[in-house]
């Protein structure tokens, strides 16, 4: 098991935009199979950067997350107000 913390930060006042993108993709992400946990919130002390908190089960979750429908989709459409690319950090648990 470990977590994703992915940092993304995108122009300003695209946060409405960012808003309309994520509930899809945070409600099936979800329902993927071995997902444990999937969320993303807003860094208090940066308004333009957000933080996705994930939880899988195993590299097969993640790598089958990342082949689903509602994730190529968020990240198409997701390019077009992001400032930065997309840092992805892995945490192994114990």
Known sequence: MFNIIGVLSINPNSGDKLAQLLVPLIAASRKDPGCIGYDCKRDELNADTYLFIETWKDDASLDAHMQTAHFKTF????????????????????
């Open 75 to 94: 990240v198409e459409q997701v390019d077009a107000i992001l400032e930065a690319p997309l840092e992805l950090h892995k945490i192994m648990l114990d």
